[in-house]
């Protein structure tokens, strides 16, 4: 499957740039500070992403993934590798309260909402909003669990420890499908606004790709 993303090389040269923050950092910093492991001899991480295992390697990065095949191809994707590097580069492992946040109530948020909206809410609602069912078994391939939230929601990890909700509230023909997206609160020590907006789009594409192979 393929990301519908990257039409340009609007992507290219953003990941060039954090390759090379990537080259510089200390790998045994980065480990403690992701709280991620981190092998000197193999010279590669280990994370999750999207409930997929995957050896990172370090300094020339690249996405090995381990323990089963991918069934969406991360590893040669533009935004699943800057996403990774972002996260190993700048993000900070800090355990969640476990209280949630919607996109508006992040740092900086408010700013980029209306993008965040269309690129991921809008997208939501209307590729699922009229197919819960489709959304559920998506779902619950991906390993998500179920919450007792609008009229079908989901909570999954997006990566080593961050974990993101899908909620959806049904279409008809009287009123249109909306969606909720929600945060883990130790989101933002992660990652910022805008890197949220790629979560989400990361998150619908893997699962409008497992709902085809459903259909």
């Not at 989101?187 to 907006?197: M, S, T, V």
Request: aromatic letters at 14%.
């Amino acid at each position: 499957m393929e990301f519908p993303y990257e039409k340009d090389n609007k992507e290219r040269i953003p990941l060039e740039h954090y390759l090379e923050e990537y080259r510089q950092i200390d790998p045994k910093e980065a480990a403690l500070r992701c709280s991620v492991t981190y092998d000197e001899e193999r010279q590669q991480f280990q994370i999750r992403l999207m409930g997929c295992s995957y050896a990172v390697d370090y300094p020339e990065f690249a996405l090995h993934p381990e323990g089963k095949e991918e069934e969406v191809r991360y590893s040669e994707m533009v935004p699943a590798k800057i996403i990774v590097l972002r996260f190993l580069i700048s993000g900070q492992a800090v355990k969640s309260t476990g209280k949630y946040l919607t996109y508006r109530e992040v740092p900086w948020g408010e700013v980029y909402f209306r993008q965040f909206e269309g690129r991921c809410l809008t997208r939501l609602k209307f590729a699922f909003g009229f197919k819960l069912d489709v959304f559920a078994r998506a779902m619950e391939r991906l390993g998500a669990r179920k919450i007792s939230m609008g009229d079908a929601a989901y909570e999954f990890e997006f990566i080593n420890g961050l974990h993101v909700r899908f909620i959806l509230w049904a279409g008809d023909e009287e009123f249109p499908p909306s969606s909720q997206i929600l945060f883990e609160d130790n989101f933002p020590y992660a990652y910022q606004a805008e890197d949220l907006a790629v979560v989400g789009d990361i998150s619908i594409t893997t699962l409008k790709s497992l709902a085809a192979s459903l259909e």
